[in-house]
């Protein structure tokens, strides 16, 4: 307020008595004015950098990006080959993650924002809570999301080392996973099948009750299966001692497996597989993820809360509704557009990061898309960084196109989220 | 009113009479269960709302138990991490932890990033709100939007690609990897930032006070320089507070573009390493989990979340604590 009596002083102070003080006041103004307009000038041209930064970003993106814009991209594995290289598991990753944490998010973040906007706090413990619940939300806003990944990392990931054993990194607790030891058969030993040429190469796998038993010896009478088309086939395998010459019976000779047969381990899982740590997979990246949004959901579901007006509030109230039945039945409905906004653009944000799920994933090189909770991923900007950042030439033009995909999924929420905002405020007007 | 409805079919009263009370008991019944349920779904939403407090106390919790275990290790001491600016935890034998070798490439980034960001936003807010005719900002907001919108290994890409190369079209000095590219990249990200704050600090000056210094014969320009920027001062200068602890904050950008040699240098042509950019490495790269370069990470994480959270938490003081009220 002080600034305003300044200003009330400066234009009282004196009334121009002589022609010479006129001129002099009005050469002061003339200068205040042509300041203005330089300013004004100045103002303009700043403002316009944006613009220009903004199209020199798209204009040197899609030029690198468009020409190398294929089918491939979508739909081919991140080869090492750059001509032939596509990002499909990088964008079921994302499409799995990003999905997941939203699952996770919306109702742990709306949940908050109704408790701190609609419940109002009922003695003064809980006023207390509420605005330490609530400057709260407003650092983690400002937490960067790389140290949400190092959170992540220890949280989930390996879950505090609470399961650790004697030996590193061992799961303890899984559900949906069978183990297998693979043997090879003797036909598929160049030694062993010398010159019979219509010996079958198959591959036999025993069933194993846990991940942690020593390997399978070969026993007479061992149960094993075997692929045939895409089931399992139990088998009946001839085990050959060290001593026992392999016959030369093509039939048999693909049925024998050597009796000092080491077995390699492998496992199946279920779509339902799930595992205590979380380890490098899906799961454990939707809960970082949500980490990294969730301040950004809170509160911009509390705009939207604030922005119903109270009377709804009031009426509901008067009519005898608790302060749930308000929330359900008059105050969500009428925020619904106004979350969902926000949401879009928060989900928007969590597709584009980059930081925490490549501290939590580490550069992996994966050619499936996830296939349980528990998989192994890479999700679409981690697979850019991961192209830009080689040296080779053709992987940065790969990279620019898969930023114009990555730019146009975004730009199709980013859309959703506009033409919401306008069918609301129409409908508000 | 229940003799009223007895009264109209006489015939049907006692079990009329068996009705209301049967409705009766419901509404209690139901009363009951309503406030069972509101009481449930309170606890619910409480349990939402610790949530986020789980979440910071975790954080701390987590980066300051890793950290302690990383001053453990017999090769590190608070005195090499705390007044070293050496910063090699790769180097076998000759390992040094100290900290400024990392938080002086951030600031100097940051530093870059601000003197871009900084002026710029600010003006465009001050166009934005002061000047700007209705149809220029239905152009400039969405298009800032756009710019905010856009992830950060997108600008990543732009500075390694795009700025690098121009800078060293203009200067040859420039390495491929350095800190001018980056800082710039990152001044670009947090340009909308400053000046989505700042404007929102600038519109919530009252219309009575522009409206006072224009009718006192000012110009435009000396209603803001005058009035409206020493009413949105606190909001300003939250803004910039927040603004530099996103810049600090920032990963993917130092991580494509400033480079991995960790350096107390002021040459902004020069590669280094800041803090965010070597728990990229760290994470990147296959180290073992439990050597004394895995914990180091801890303690950066825990460096970089002290000085964003001071700034964010002096941000938002400054902004509730000193915003002008007008009555």
Redesign the interface.
């Known amino acids: 307020m002080s600034?305003?009596h300044?200003?009330?002083t400066?234009?009282d102070s004196p009334v121009p008595r002589s022609p010479k003080d006129l001129q002099s006041q009005l050469r002061g103004?003339e200068k205040?004015?042509s300041?203005?307009h330089i300013?004004?000038k100045?103002?303009?041209a700043?403002?316009a950098?944006?613009?220009v930064?903004?199209l020199?970003?798209l204009g040197?993106?899609i030029t690198?990006g468009v020409p190398s814009l294929s089918i491939t991209l979508l739909t081919g594995t991140p080869e090492p080959d750059a001509e032939q290289a596509g990002a499909w598991p990088a964008i079921a990753g994302t499409i799995w993650v990003c999905s997941i944490c939203a699952l996770i998010t919306l109702?742990?973040?709306i949940?908050?924002a109704?408790?701190?906007e609609e419940?109002k706090p009922r003695n003064r413990w809980t006023t207390k809570?509420?605005s330490?619940?609530q400057?709260?939300?407003?650092?983690?806003?400002?937490?960067?999301?790389?140290?949400?990944?190092?959170?992540g990392?220890?949280?989930f990931v390996s879950m505090?080392g609470l399961f650790d054993g004697p030996e590193?990194?061992q799961n303890h607790l899984e559900i949906g996973a069978t183990y297998y030891d693979q043997f090879t058969n003797l036909a598929s030993d160049p030694f062993m099948s010398m010159g019979i040429e219509d010996a079958k190469e198959r591959y036999f796998l025993a069933p194993v009750a846990s991940a942690s038993l020593p390997p399978t010896v070969p026993k007479a009478g061992m149960t094993a299966f075997e692929y045939q088309g895409d089931e399992l086939i139990e088998v009946d395998v001839i085990i050959v001692g060290p001593e026992d010459f392999p016959s030369d019976d093509p039939e048999e000779l693909s049925l024998s497996i050597d009796a000092s047969a080491i077995p390699g381990r492998i496992s199946e899982k279920a779509w339902y597989y799930f595992s205590l740590p979380f380890g490098r997979g899906v799961l454990a990246g939707a809960l970082t993820l949500m980490?990294v949004i969730?301040?950004v959901i809170?509160i911009s579901s509390q705009e939207a809360l604030r922005a119903v007006p109270s009377s709804l509030r009031d009426g509901a109230r008067g009519l005898g509704a608790?302060?749930?039945q308000v929330v359900w039945n008059i105050t969500l409905p009428a925020a619904a557009p106004g979350i969902l906004t926000g949401s879009i653009?928060a989900m928007?944000?969590a597709?584009?990061?980059?930081?925490p799920i490549?501290?939590?994933a580490?550069?992996v090189y994966i050619r499936n898309a996830p296939q349980h909770l528990m998989d192994s991923y890479t999700v679409l900007?981690?697979q850019?960084?991961n192209w830009?950042?080689r040296p080779q030439e053709e992987f940065?033009s790969i990279?620019?196109a898969g930023?114009v995909v990555?730019?146009l999924i975004?730009l199709t929420f980013?859309a959703a989220a506009v033409v919401l905002r306008q069918r609301m405020q129409n409908k508000t007007r | 009113m229940n003799r009223a409805v007895a009264e109209m079919s006489e015939a049907s009263s006692t079990s009329l009479d068996a009705r209301a009370g049967k409705i009766l008991t419901r509404s209690r019944k139901n009363l009951s269960t309503t406030r069972l349920r509101e009481a449930v779904i309170y606890i619910g939403l409480i349990a939402c709302g610790l949530f986020s407090l789980l979440i910071t106390v975790s954080i701390v919790g987590v980066l300051f138990g890793e950290t302690l275990q990383f001053f453990r290790f017999d090769e590190v001491t608070l005195a090499n991490f705390l007044g070293s600016a050496e910063w090699t935890p790769l180097l076998g034998a000759t390992k040094s932890f100290g900290i400024w070798g990392l938080i002086s490439g951030t600031l100097l980034v940051t530093g870059i990033a601000m003197a871009f960001a900084l002026p710029l936003g600010l003006i465009t807010a001050i166009y934005l709100s002061e000047y700007a005719p209705r149809k220029t900002r239905d152009i400039l907001k969405p298009i800032l939007e756009v710019l905010a919108g856009i992830p950060t290994v997108v600008y990543g890409f732009f500075a390694l690609m795009t700025i690098t190369p121009f800078l060293q079209w203009v200067h040859d000095g420039f390495n491929v990897y350095n800190a001018m590219s980056a800082g710039l990249a990152v001044g670009i990200l947090c340009f909308p930032t400053v000046c989505s704050l700042a404007e929102d600090a600038l519109q919530s000056v009252p219309n009575s006070l522009r409206d006072g210094a224009l009718g006192l014969g000012g110009t435009r320009f000396d209603a803001t320089l005058k009035v409206i920027l020493p009413a949105a001062l606190s909001g300003i200068i939250s803004a910039f507070l927040l603004a530099v602890a996103r810049a600090i904050g920032e990963t993917m950008i130092v991580a494509l573009a400033a480079g991995s040699r960790p350096q107390a240098t002021l040459d902004p042509r020069d590669e280094i390493q800041t803090m965010t950019g070597f728990m990229v490495q760290m994470a990147g790269g296959d180290v073992s989990n439990f050597g004394t370069e895995y914990f180091s990470m801890y303690a950066v994480a825990f460096t970089l979340f002290l000085i964003t959270l001071t700034l964010t938490m002096l941000g938002n003081l400054v902004r509730r604590r000193f915003r002008e009220t007008y009555e």
Do not use: K, M
């Not at chain 1, 400057?135 to 959170?151: E, H, K, R, T, W």
């Not at chain 1, 597709?351 to 930081?355: D, Q």
């Open positions: 600034v305003n300044n200003n009330a400066e234009t103004s205040r004015i300041l203005d300013f004004r100045a103002c303009v700043i403002a950098v944006s613009v930064i903004l020199f970003l040197s993106i690198q109702p742990i973040g949940g908050t109704v408790l701190l419940f809570v509420f330490v619940i400057v709260n939300i407003s650092n983690l806003a400002g937490v960067p999301s790389v140290v949400y990944g190092i959170l990392l220890t949280a505090f590193q990194r980490l969730l301040p809170i608790t302060s749930w653009l928007s944000r597709i584009g990061e980059t930081a490549l501290i939590i580490g550069i900007p981690l850019i960084y830009t950042s940065h990279a620019a930023i990555l730019l975004l980013n």
